[in-house]
């Protein structure tokens, strides 16, 4: 893997065995500081990767480097090495467990493949009118808690006050949501016995979907090793739970936030970085374009809109998210000014389209955000191209149809 910069070691100990296995591993070289000059390192040596060791020294210093690290304008993973306490926002937290360094490794790769991803964008970036969204990644994820102890609603809350949660009882719900969701993270809580905790952990290990996700377990001892580089245990109270998982799920959100811009680049600036639909000018473009071609050519053209509540602006989006993943091929959609998502079905008719819009109204209802468990129930109308019609008059249609069904 191509690799611009050392790794930078701060540790105010001698480096441990497994350090040096890294330079086997051709992540080299490593260069080590200590605490004191940690941030001053980060200037001087300009590392591709930083790992710290998180025993004795490091307290008056963390809080500077992460802000040192976390200003740099290319994304440069930190790895917070066997951290007892709460870890800053930009710090992966990594438990050595007896040295094992084909899982430090794993762990590096996967964060240097997101900065190698960070650099292909804002080099291709000049290209097109494109932005990269400006708002915390973590902001837009969303995580998938599986557990039925009694931590599980501290959890939700603590994680919820953060980013978007899906709740599941029992791992096929789990299941059931990994396939339909665009998920940034697995909290998995406790209520499960070792033996289920395995199964699942091994299911997501052979599914190349998910080998990436971050993974954290909060309840079992983990003895075997899975091919799963972002997988960590992390104990005690929910805040630090959510606070610790935090990193790894937001450097997963980068991840997918980073991918969407660099398919709205490809697709010639007409895809939102956000959502992963069409933006709205496009969306206007290419519907009146269908409009035309299907009252010329015949055949059937159907459009559903997705209404939320507009206290809930995340909703918008975490719809928006489902539809670019669910939707077929063939279908396009946007989301819209006044809060809602249209998406155009085509060659459908009125019933499947009725059909497809329910069952994708079924998956939005699953999340919920914060304290306030606010869910996401779209009011949904659908309608079916005339031949008297036009795009206009449509879309007209359909929000007022909406506002009655609101009302």
């Known amino acids: 893997m191509s690799q611009a910069g050392p790794i930078l070691f701060v540790s105010n100990a001698e480096r441990p065995a497994f350090i040096a296995a890294l330079d086997e591993a051709r992540l080299f070289p490593v260069v080590d500081t200590d605490w004191a ?3 001053r390192a980060v200037e001087q040596v300009q590392p591709a990767a930083v790992l710290a060791a998180m025993h004795g020294g490091h307290e008056p210093h963390i809080a500077l480097l992460a802000k040192k690290i976390a200003d740099q304008p290319l994304y440069l993973p930190l790895i917070a090495m066997d951290a007892q306490g709460t870890l800053p926002h930009n710090a992966l937290p990594f438990a050595s467990r007896g040295g094992n360094a084909d899982r430090l490794t794993a762990r590096l790769r996967a964060a240097m493949r997101v900065r190698t991803l960070h650099a292909t964008v804002l080099r291709r970036l000049p290209e097109m009118k494109v932005a990269l969204p400006e708002a915390d990644p973590v902001r837009d994820a969303t995580v998938l808690l599986i557990g039925r102890g009694t931590a599980y609603p501290a959890l939700s809350v ?8 899906i709740g599941a009882l029992s791992i096929e719900a789990a299941a059931k949501h990994l396939n339909s969701r665009d998920i940034d993270g697995v909290v998995l809580a406790e209520g499960f016995t070792p033996r289920v905790t395995d199964a699942f952990l091994t299911v997501l290990a052979e599914d190349t979907r998910f080998r990436n996700l971050p993974v954290v377990v909060t309840a079992h001892q983990l003895v075997q090793s899975y091919d799963l580089p972002n997988l960590e245990l992390i104990t005690g109270e ?8 935090l990193p790894l799920i937001r450097q997963h959100a980068m991840e997918a936030q980073l991918s969407r811009t660099l398919r709205s680049i490809d ?3 007409w895809l ?3 959502s992963g639909l069409l933006t709205v000018e496009a969306f206007a473009r290419d519907f009146s374009k269908a409009v035309e071609q299907t009252l010329a050519r015949g055949g059937g053209l159907s459009v559903a809109r997705f209404a939320f509540d507009p206290g809930n602006p995340r909703a918008q989006l975490d719809a928006a998210r489902i539809l670019s993943r669910l939707m077929r091929q063939m279908d396009f ?4 000014k006044d ?4 998406v155009v079905f085509a060659e459908t008719d009125f019933r499947t389209a009725h059909m497809i819009a329910r069952r994708l109204s079924a998956v939005m209802r699953h999340t919920s955000h914060g304290k306030n468990e606010m869910h996401s129930d779209p009011v949904v109308s659908v309608d079916s191209l005339s031949s008297s019609d036009t795009a206009r008059s449509l879309l007209g249609r359909l929000s007022a149809d909406a506002s009655r069904a609101a009302s």
């Open 37 to 39: 000059s940690a941030a």
């Open 267 to 269: 697709a010639g600036g």
């Open 333 to 336: 959609g946007a989301a819209q």
């Open 158 to 165: 603590a994680l919820g006050e953060r980013m978007g949660v």
């Open 272 to 274: 939102d970085p956000r």
């Open 339 to 342: 809060g809602s998502v249209v």
């Open 238 to 245: 929910p805040p630090k739970v959510a606070a610790n998982a």
